[in-house]
């Protein structure tokens, strides 16, 4: 009995120290996520075997069940098999998660926190039954209903995820209305302020900096900082970094469900709004460009009456937006049409790009030279141009700016490792971009031009076509392929053969990480790698 008493107590211990951290790889997931609850069900559903349900789960249970026959049955051999089995399921769900090593880790904010407490409270629920059931009819009776709680507290972890946001949407929706009537507050009480909004499907976070770049050749800007550019996000730049002293804050919007952009205009009515384009991103969730469209005409809507439309006249989804401005338009293009601001002689290589820009109201032109590599990186720059002209900049001026400009982390940087050369484009990843990272790539001839690269996500219908004419389009363009996950790369992988790129030069690996140590023995001097895309954490394919 001492025996089986202890056998208990090691069980249970290692059991809870296993459902933590299968908790908290849910927590994470969860967050990842952006606290969605549809989003992260429909994740846990592409994953129901290899994540929530796996075959340990099942003989666990099976094992557990039988322990009910013991009364019928003489001795413990059962219910010592059934502890085993426990804690062998317990290990099961700590062994896939040892060797990950997440991009973004989980941070317990205030919003994590009081979901993690509600969420072990939850789970802790059929432990307690059944340590009752144990300390009212004692260790033989009670044992099957004791193991029986701690399987379906540690396999229900995803789901006590979701009944604890569930219970915590009142909470936290009235927290949020909380910071939005505070900002709100703030910026009534700036009417001195000029803001500046960017959307659109790509380009939104480099075309913010760029403006905020040029405009502080005369005005104090707070742009805000990285990728905030969802309602939490932008209440927390204006409550807690907006100052008196600053002039003009440039923010981007962003968007993945209809009505996104206008939750933000209801929040931050813009002076200004610059649209970059309109594409494929976020399909999964908005179902078709056309919706993708007139969900980002809205910031163009809801500008202010005498606000300014700066468009990207190249889009046609964004050149029509026009018709719904209040005020002034301002246009640009890269491709020789009719604009404000017009892009011409477009040359880059290794010390990054140089163009002609023509000012179509005054005749002007004037040559720009940049770091930043890329025809749309020409675009965000016009766009920017445009901004800086509305404020009462000059072209002449502002080419000082763009000449230092500076590129954005994992957004066709440009660096170097010894004698290697990286085309860092790990930030995100859509048709139009991939196809203009590999042109780049391609005009690197010092060496062998090599591409690492998981494929784009979040393209809807459309994501299996789009990664597999990728693939056909960079076939003559690189010299060797490292595709980062099996399952998601396998459009890209028939691309390339489809176009009779060498299957031999091709590599599969499960993991970023993987193939970064492929490289360290594999590059030689003279290289150029391509980093294209890096899926977030919930993506992947070795958890």
Same mark, same amino acid.
């Given at each position: ?23 908290? *790889?849910?927590? *994470? ?252 991103? *976020? ?261």
């Amino acid at each position: 009995m001492v025996g089986l008493l202890l056998l208990v107590f090691f069980a249970s211990f290692f059991s809870a120290v296993h459902a933590w951290i299968r908790l908290r *790889h849910f927590l *994470h997931m969860f967050q990842l996520e952006g606290y969605k609850r549809a989003e992260f069900r429909q994740w846990l559903h592409t994953r129901i075997r290899t994540h929530v349900l796996r075959g340990w789960d099942k003989l666990a249970l099976a094992m557990v069940l039988l322990t009910f026959l013991t009364p019928f049955i003489p001795g413990t051999a059962l219910i010592d098999g059934a502890l085993l089995f426990i804690w062998g399921m317990g290990f099961s769900h700590v062994y896939p998660y040892r060797g990950i090593r997440t991009k973004k880790p989980l941070v317990f904010t205030p919003r994590m926190r009081r979901l993690t407490a509600l969420t072990v409270i939850i789970a802790l629920l059929p432990v307690a039954g059944g340590t009752w059931s144990l300390l009212t009819w004692g260790l033989q009776q009670g044992l099957p209903f004791y193991l029986l709680g701690w399987w379906i507290s540690i396999v229900g972890a995803p789901f006590w995820i979701l009944i604890a946001a569930w219970m915590l949407q009142p909470v936290e929706r009235a927290i949020q209305e909380g910071f939005k009537r505070k900002a709100k507050q703030k910026l009534r009480q700036r009417p001195d302020l000029k803001i500046i909004a960017v959307t659109g499907s790509y380009g939104k976070t480099s075309t913010k900096f760029i403006i905020a770049e040029i405009l502080s050749l005369r005005y104090h800007v707070l742009p805000t900082p990285s990728s905030y550019n969802t309602p939490m996000g932008l209440c927390l730049v204006i409550n807690e970094q907006l100052q008196p002293e600053h002039h003009v804050l440039v923010l981007e919007m962003g968007m993945r469900y209809p009505g996104d952009i206008q939750e933000l205009c209801d929040l931050v009515q813009p002076d200004i709004g610059v649209v970059t384009t309109v594409g494929v991103a *976020h399909l999964e969730t908005m179902g078709s460009i056309e919706r993708i469209a007139e969900e980002k005409s809205t910031l163009v809507r809801c500008l202010k009456p005498e606000g300014v439309a700066v468009l990207n006249r190249d889009n046609p989804y964004v050149s029509r937006m026009a018709e719904h401005a209040p005020g002034k338009v301002l246009t640009v293009s890269v491709e020789g049409k009719d604009a404000t601001l017009q892009a011409s002689h477009i040359r880059y290589g290794p010390e990054g790009t140089s163009f002609d820009v023509y000012l179509s109201s005054t005749g002007e032109t004037q040559s720009f030279r940049t770091p930043l590599l890329g025809k749309h990186n020409v675009l965000n720059i016009l766009l920017g141009l445009a901004v800086g002209l509305e404020m009462g900049l000059r072209l002449r001026q502002m080419k000082h700016v763009v000449a230092r400009l500076q590129p954005i982390p994992h957004r066709l940087q440009l660096r170097r490792s010894g004698d290697i050369t990286i085309i860092d484009d790990a930030f995100n990843s859509n048709p139009v971009g991939a196809r203009n990272a590999v042109d780049i790539l391609s005009q690197f001839r010092t060496g062998r031009r090599i591409l690492v690269t998981p494929g784009m996500i979040e393209l809807g219908e459309r994501q299996e076509a789009e990664n597999r004419a990728w693939g056909s389009y960079m076939a003559d363009k690189v010299d060797w392929v490292l595709l980062v996950g099996p399952s998601q790369t396998r459009p890209i992988y028939e691309g390339l053969l489809e176009a009779g790129f060498p299957k031999e030069r091709i590599r599969v690996f499960r993991s970023l990480f993987e193939a970064q140590e492929f490289l360290q023995t594999f590059l030689e001097p003279g290289d150029t790698v391509l980093y294209e895309n890096d899926l977030p954490d919930q993506y992947h394919e070795a958890a």
